[in-house]
């Protein structure tokens, strides 16, 4: 209890401090909750509707995470009231009874919530046929009111949505962005570091892979929320955009997303080339200490790399061009001077060695090219 407490407390600070997921849950329950009492002052009290509780209850759950999924949602589940109420009203005018018309159309209607087309708004088909059977008013005019408060809270809940700080998911993008960068330089980082020591081995290397695993994790978390913040910026044009909470900055282009998702791709198969030549029971034989010192030093420049751009991203800034500096690639092009010497050295001393750091040299140059924008000279 007292670690939920905790966690509260944070949330409730972080909503306080400014922009942020947390503020972005709170607006989205407060609009819920206001779009709900909205729609039941016109329903019950303006109106005077008797049977006022499904506007609000549609209007509650209409408050969705965009704009367009609030317009889809409500479409799908005003058919499955639809549904659900003339079912209801069917059931009960061939039974005559509360009991048999529940039994003859709950089973139906719990069945026909599974059809693709009602999404997640299926099971409303149901629970609308209990609550119209359950308060006994199945009359033509009984059903008509449901579907008109259906309509209205409908109406109300995508309105509040829609014109009411709009959502607009622009900070998930980057910030995942800026996280997948960060994460890379870090496991860049981490393989650099074991093997300027010299002490590493199969399990070391199965962590590095296990490190580069949870990249591909990240880069489908940034994948979502391209997807969540394409979905967002629909139907929100215009006026709209300018009442949105999300960050006034430019929403990083999609080539972002794919230069990482290649750089990651690169990190994963770096990793796996060394895991290959830290197995015993396999030919590839890992290069000499003194080169993969040197290959550690490439290694963590270009980490640092990715530790830049992840800052540039947070800061909202624009890309530098080159992204290095000229002393650092200086150093750069020293270190890949020496790694080809390297590899010519290994090659009159056996192919396995050979094979392995052909390949990490290939792999480095491939991240050099993403990061820098440039291919390495040969």
Known sequence: ???????????????????????????????????????????????????????????????????YSSIVQGVRQFAAICVGALVASGAQAVTDDTTGALALSVPVLVLLSNWPRFGDQGIYAATTAVFTIATGTVSAAAVGHRLGQA???????????????????????????????????????????????????????FGWLDASGRLQDRLE?????????????LLTSGILRTLHRAPTAALPPEQEDQRFGRVTGHVTALTRSLAVAADENRTPAAPDAAVLRC?????????????????????????????????????????????????????GRGAARTAVL?????????????????????
Request: with cysteine.
């Open 221 to 233: 978390a940034l994948r979502s929320a391209r997807g969540w913040s394409r979905e967002s910026l």
């Open 295 to 347: 290959y550690a030093e490439l290694l963590e420049l270009l980490g640092d790399s990715c530790r830049a751009e992840a800052d540039r991203l947070v800061a909202g800034g624009q890309r530098a061009d080159p992204l290095l500096d000229e002393r650092t690639e200086a150093v750069m092009r020293d270190l890949h001077e020496r790694l080809q010497e390297g590899l010519r050295e290994q090659a």
């Open 1 to 67: 209890m007292r670690g939920d407490a905790r966690s509260v407390g944070r949330a409730a600070r972080a909503a306080w401090r400014g922009p942020g997921r947390e503020r972005d849950l709170l607006v989205q329950s407060l609009k819920a909750a206001a779009a709900a009492l909205l729609a039941w002052l016109l329903a019950q009290v303006w109106l005077g509707d008797p049977m006022a509780l499904m506007a609000p209850w549609v209007a509650l759950v209409l408050v969705q995470a965009t704009v």
């Open 151 to 205: 309509a209205l809270g409908a109406v109300i809940g995508i309105a509040v949505n829609a014109l009411v700080l709009p959502p607009v998911h622009l900070r998930d993008v980057r910030e995942n962005l800026a996280a997948l960068a960060r994460e890379t330089g870090d496991v860049l980082h981490a393989v650099a570091g074991d093997l300027r020591e010299g002490e590493w081995d199969a399990q070391t290397a």
């Open 358 to 378: 052909g390949t990490l040299l290939l792999q480095a140059e491939n991240l050099w090219a993403e990061l820098d924008g440039g291919k390495p000279d040969r």
